[in-house]
T-cell receptor
């Protein structure tokens, strides 16, 4: 069965500092990997995705993620965090078929001024 | 450009009542799904559909029914609401063809409280 682990429930960073959110997955085949962001009271928005090819993927809002098959990881990074990045971030793994994904429990990001 | 539309946004039910959460998408996506979100538990898949007339169970299907008579609509039915079904419900759709294959497009959510 597929699963996703986000080890950090809550992370606090200062504005302008770098950010890395961790994600580890378990999946039997080649995974489709996603990062979504959820602002308070809103639905989820896709930040970036990995299907195949280059293991470093670029997303919206200056985010990037690196797929490491040997570590079963797909960590999200941003070089300089903005106050507007405060939100909850979800990593997900899914198959192309059926459009269904398994989500991690999420990481809440707080940005200090 | 509506995307995925969920109604109602808020609902309070008493234990044992029934209701339907509506979901409609205008992107002609083949796949649709329902998730529930509970604090500290991420999103859990309730039911999903790969096309009109085809549905299947997800991780937490008990207490919920779905049907898919059209490509656009995917309602979620609670037949006899229980307090354990207090949650935020998200409907999502996904295309089967590139370039957005596998990506979930979410509605804004429906917050349900069962007393």
């Amino acid at each position: 069965a597929q699963s996703v682990t986000q080890p950090d429930i809550h992370i606090t960073v200062s504005e302008g500092a770098s950010l890395e959110l961790r994600c580890n997955y378990s999946y039997g085949a080649t995974p489709y990997l996603f990062w979504y962001v959820q602002s308070p009271g809103q639905g989820l928005q896709l930040l970036l995705k990995y299907f195949s090819g280059d293991t470093l993927v670029q997303g919206i809002k200056g985010f990037e993620a690196e797929f490491k098959r040997s570590q079963s990881s797909f960590n999200l990074r941003k070089p300089s965090v903005h106050w507007s990045d405060a939100a909850e971030y979800f990593c997900a793994v899914g198959a192309r078929e059926a459009g269904k994904s398994t989500f991690g429990d999420g990481t809440t990001l707080t940005v200090k001024p | 450009n509506a995307g995925v539309t969920q109604t109602p946004k808020f609902q309070v039910l008493k234990t044992g009542q029934s209701m339907t959460l509506q979901c409609a998408q205008d992107m002609n996506h083949e796949y649709m799904s329902w998730y529930r979100q509970d604090p500290g538990m991420g999103l859990r898949l309730i039911h999903y559909s790969v096309g009109a007339g085809i549905t299947d169970q997800g991780e937490v299907p008990n207490g919920y029914n779905v049907s898919r008579s059209t490509t656009e609509d995917f309602p979620l039915r609670l037949l006899s609401a229980a307090p354990s079904q207090t949650s935020v419900y998200f409907c999502a759709s996904s295309p089967s063809r590139p370039p957005n294959t596998g990506e979930l497009f979410f509605g804004e959510g429906s917050r349900l409280t069962v007393l």
